[in-house]
């Protein structure tokens, strides 16, 4: 394995902020310091750089088995390097769904050598069916991380809270979509004045606020964990909020757009603003921002959602869901850091530590020893998102032409060179 060292760089994770060089060697941070007497195999001018740790996403599609025309394990991979993403976590909504020992472990032998860390979430249910729990001490075994029906959340109460209860037990972190499908009722966009304007049935935010409200009130209850999955209504936030002051072990989510943008843009009648949850209001925007200024919501996810051109064609018949590995880190950078509303190392500890150490794997910090999986950003480049350059399957994105500032242009996995962004020119040997 060849040694890197990256000269002169800026590295910052959640407790440092310092300039240094890098030195990477067998797999691992093997020396960090000011001008290191090293000569390495690759040497990496970083100036005007910074180094961080790989950040991990807690919540992606990769719609592989099943569903390979919208994403793969091999397009879903170079999407997440190019976005300086380097661990993440699949939901079950595949086809078959993940619910069974065998399709999880042939899902992670594939993804065992691809070049980025990915674990799989269990299905919470049989075939998300919401009417038996899967079989959790197979699916453990078969290496499962997290426990959902993602999309479908299980509507019986009583048996979500027998989920709960014992993936608790055996030390599973459930992951919960808060979404009650009879108040979506067919729904498509927030339900509200763009709704009424375009004539199209609109999704009610008690959707997400009710099923919010009953898996804190289930945690409470049984004094176990629960995770809410993309955080984007007011309430929602409040909610949570009211429920970590009292004690309860919950933890949360939210996404870029979310924070970046409201329902307005489906006034385009472009499908590429669909999502589930949906975009919602201004004070829905702001409210999302609060909990992130405040700690109420733990981590930034993208929810990468890949479909086809020709799904999205068609406004209101369209599948919900946007791609968003590729922008997840610029979109942030630009709405939160260059506001001035949150330092790097916050961004670090929401988008590395607080996903990992939810989902109960080993947080690194850019120390000696430690993996070396980490990237390097230029905060300062300016780039217009232009689908088409995506390395995903799909390009069903709602930041498509917007001016992001921060780009990931290097991505190291184990100590591998494995993402370069072009016209990356600081490689001087």
């Known amino acids: 394995m060849r040694t890197v060292c990256i000269r002169n760089v800026r590295a ?115 075939k998300m069916q919401g009417k038996a729990l899967a079989d959790y001490t197979a699916l453990q075994a078969a290496g499962i991380t997290a426990l959902s029906d993602d999309g479908r959340p299980v509507a019986d109460t009583a048996l979500m809270e027998q989920a709960m209860i014992r993936a608790a037990a055996m030390g599973i972190p459930v992951v919960s979509h808060c979404e009650d499908l009879e108040i ?39 004094g176990v964990p629960i995770h809410i999955c993309h955080v984007s209504t007011e309430g929602s936030v409040e909610i949570i909020r009211t429920a970590k002051a009292e004690g309860v072990q919950v933890t949360c989510e939210t996404a870029p757009h979310y924070f970046m943008l409201t329902h307005e843009k489906l006034l385009a009648r472009d499908a590429d603003y669909r999502m589930n949850p949906p975009l919602r209001t201004e004070a829905d925007r702001r409210a999302i921002i609060a909990g992130v200024l405040d700690g109420t919501i733990d981590c930034i996810i993208t929810d990468h959602a890949p479909h086809a051109p020709q799904e999205k064609a068609d406004f209101e018949k369209a599948p919900n869901g946007i791609v968003g590995l590729e922008t997840s880190l610029a979109a942030t950078l630009t709405a939160l850091y260059h506001t001035g509303l949150v330092s790097l190392q916050q961004i670090v500890a929401m988008m590395h530590h607080h996903p990992r150490r939810i989902l109960g794997l080993p947080v690194y910090d850019l120390t000696v020893g430690a993996p070396a999986d980490l990237i390097l950003v230029d905060t300062e480049k300016e780039w217009v998102v232009e689908p088409d350059a995506f390395r995903s399957r799909s390009r069903n994105t709602a930041f498509k032409g917007m001016t992001l500032k921060g780009k990931n242009r290097l991505t190291i996995v184990d100590g591998e060179i494995r993402y370069g962004d072009e016209g990356f020119a600081h490689l001087t040997r």
């Open 12 to 126: 910052v994770d959640a407790v440092r902020d310092l300039q240094c060089d890098i030195l990477l060697e067998n797999g691992k941070i093997a020396q960090l310091g000011q001008d290191l007497a090293v000569t390495a195999d690759v040497e990496i001018d970083g100036s005007g750089l910074t180094a961080m740790p790989g950040l991990f996403d807690m919540h992606v599609h990769f719609r592989d088995p099943g569903q390979t025309h919208k994403e793969d394990l091999e397009t879903g991979t170079a999407a997440a390097l190019a976005g300086g993403i380097t661990g993440v976590l699949c939901m079950p909504n595949t086809t078959p769904p993940m619910d069974t020992a065998e399709t999880v472990g042939e899902f992670l032998s594939r993804a065992a050598d691809c070049g980025i860390h990915v674990y799989q979430t269990g299905c919470l249910t049989e």
């Open 184 to 222: 979506i009722d067919g729904g498509i966009i927030h339900k509200g004045e763009i709704s009424e304007q375009l004539g199209v049935k609109g999704m009610d935010r008690a959707s997400e606020d009710n099923i919010t409200a009953r898996e804190i009130a289930l945690a409470k209850k049984n």
